[in-house]
């Protein structure tokens, strides 16, 4: 089967969660939790803060939104010139 046959739910990976803590974030993606903090704290992924409504003064929680980093993935990836995007392929013998 070739890439281009695949349909693009064939290449999605999907998590059950939309919005993960950024340490179970740091662990999908093979980087530390304090890598994850520095991209929140420059705003180099898309994350949202939860926190009690109860208690609006109380320390809110990060999450990071797990659809909007992939859709940037897919962008950046597919930005790529063709020849450098399919170059893995090689390796498999395609």
Known sequence: MRLEDLCPEDLLIKY????????????????????????IGKNKCPWVEMRDPAKPKARAEKY???????????????KRPPELRHAWLSWLGF
């Open 16 to 39: 059950p969660l939309d919005a993960v803590t950024p340490s179970k974030f740091a662990e999908l993606v093979g980087k530390s939790t304090n890598a994850v903090e520095i991209m």
């Open 64 to 78: 990071i939104y797990i659809p909007d980093w992939n859709e940037g993935m897919r962008k950046a990836f597919l």
